[in-house]
């Protein structure tokens, strides 16, 4: 089992940034990437960006140039800085950790973007 927790979420204006914080602890031999979901109201959950165990990335269209997804691996930690935030960026976001025993799901944190 892996146990995930996430930081970071908040109220923000547009054109704000804020960064996501997902620590994993357990059974964290062999991740073989860590990344972040989100899922807004009304909405299927969807891709943010995931990192890969050799730091290669991947990310959602919708948040290119404006996110970035890094790794500690010290710290079992991923983080996602996300940058000139946008009213559809609202959204609770998921991190997601797969490693050699199945996929792992965080509780959540909301991220709401509004004036």
């Known amino acids: 089992q892996v146990q995930l927790v996430e930081s970071g979420g908040g109220l923000v204006q547009p054109g704000g940034s804020l960064r996501l914080s997902c620590g994993a602890s357990?059974?964290?031999?062999?991740?073989?990437?860590m990344g972040w979901y989100r899922q807004a109201p009304g909405k299927q959950r969807e891709l943010v960006a995931f990192i890969t165990d050799s730091s290669s990335t991947v990310y959602a269209d919708s948040v290119k140039g404006r996110f970035t997804i890094s790794r500690d691996n010290a710290k079992n930690t991923v983080y996602l800085q996300m940058n000139s935030l946008k009213f559809e960026d609202t959204a609770v976001y998921y991190c997601?950790?797969?490693?050699?025993?199945?996929?792992?799901w965080g509780q959540g944190t909301q991220v709401t973007v509004s004036s």
């Open positions: 997601n950790v797969l490693n050699s025993y199945g996929t792992y």
């Open positions: 357990g059974s964290i031999l062999s991740i073989y990437r």
